[in-house]
Structures are given as structure tokens and as C-alpha cells.
Nanobody, 121 residues
Framework: QVQLVESGGGLVQTGGSLRLSCAAS????????MGWHRQPPGKQRELVAV???????NFAESVSGRFNISRDNAKNMVYLQMNSLKPEDTAVYYCNAVLKTSAFVTARGYWGQGTQVTVSS
């Protein structure tokens, strides 16, 4: 059993900052990637940022230069620092991880329950 728990969402004004945190726990053998997706109201879920074990990161063009992703591998945590927030960043933000629960299974994706981020204009 694997759990991903997000925290840090909330209401912020345009131009403000928020930091989201996500902790992965449970039966984790190896994590290959951790990242964040978001689902704006009435829209599909979209990738925000991903951090691949080994160091590479990737960002959606809409957040590049404003958001940063970081990890604490010892704690199985991933963070999303969001700066210069805009109303269009309003969404439910989901943490996700690609990991193995043992050496004998295929890696698969896991999702958190989501945290609401609202940016007021």
C-alpha cells in the first residue's frame, strides 16, 4: 500500500507564492519520478512539473520560470514552489509518483488526493 499526501494549498492573491508539499509513504522500494499535475475547473488534468530520479526536471510551458520542483529523497517528498501566481493557476493540484513496491513488480503510478489552489485577481 502506498499513500501520497499533499499539503500547502490555499487562497492567494495574484502575484503571490505558495509551496506545496507531498509525502509518499508505505511499501516503497524505489521511486523513479515524482511530480505534480493540476486540474483547473472544467478542464482536463495537465502536467505541471516532474522530477525524475537522477536529477532531470520538466515543466509545463505555462509555469516555466515561475514554478520550481524539488525533492527530498531521504523523506520521499516532493515540493512545488509556485511564485508569481496568476488566476489561471487556480486548480486542484495532484501529487504523483512512479515507483516500485518491490524488486519483482513493474513500476506504476500513484496519485494523491489533491489540494486546492485558488488565485484571486
Amino acid at each position: 500500500q502506498v499513500q501520497l499526501v499533499e499539503s500547502g494549498g490555499g487562497l492567494v492573491q495574484t502575484g503571490g507564492s505558495l509551496r506545496l508539499s507531498c509525502a509518499a509513504s508505505g511499501n516503497i522500494f524505489e521511486i523513479y519520478a515524482m511530480g505534480w499535475h493540476r486540474q483547473p475547473p472544467g478542464k482536463q488534468r495537465e502536467l505541471v512539473a516532474v522530477s525524475v530520479s537522477g536529477g532531470s526536471t520538466n515543466f509545463a510551458e505555462s509555469v516555466s520560470g515561475r514554478f520550481n520542483i524539488s525533492r527530498d529523497n531521504a523523506k520521499n517528498m516532493v515540493y512545488l514552489q509556485m511564485n508569481s501566481l496568476k488566476p489561471e493557476d487556480t486548480a486542484v493540484y495532484y501529487c504523483n509518483a512512479v515507483l516500485k513496491t518491490s524488486a519483482f513488480v513493474t513500476a506504476r503510478g500513484y496519485w494523491g488526493q489533491g489540494t486546492q489552489v485558488t488565485v484571486s485577481s
